[in-house]
């Protein structure tokens, strides 16, 4: 079983910033997918920016330009910066991996976005 340790949701006013942090563990950080989903109230589940298994990165449309993805290798720890947040950007957020053949989650931030 792989557990992920999220953080750093919270509420925001628009335009502000949040950063991010998922701890995985270390057998696995640095060969495998991995990255950010987020799920708005009756929505699906879609991609946010994720680190490819060569370390490249992609994001989504609607973030690309604010939100910045990250990895510290020392600390077995990614990272999503959010910057100029909107209100569509409230929802929870999940770190995910992909590893063995296996999705795995977090347990899931809140973030909301609202003056």
């Known amino acids: 079983q792989v557990q992920l340790v999220e953080s750093g949701g919270g509420l925001v006013q628009p335009g502000g910033s949040l950063r991010l942090s998922c701890a995985a563990p270390?057998?696995?950080?640095?060969?495998?997918?991995m990255g950010w989903f987020r799920q708005a109230p009756g929505k699906q589940r879609e991609l946010v920016a994720t680190?490819?298994?060569?370390?490249?990165?992609n994001y989504a449309d609607p973030v690309k330009g604010r939100f910045t993805i990250s990895r510290d290798n020392a600390k077995n720890t990614i990272y999503l910066q959010m910057n100029s947040l909107k209100p569509e950007d409230t929802a929870i957020y999940y770190c995910?991996?992909?590893?063995?053949?296996?999705?795995?989650w977090g347990q899931g931030t809140q973030v909301t976005v609202s003056s």
């Open positions: 995910w991996v992909y590893y063995g053949g296996t999705n795995y």
């Open positions: 270390g057998s696995i950080f640095s060969r495998n997918r």
């Open positions: 680190f490819t298994s060569a370390g490249s990165t």
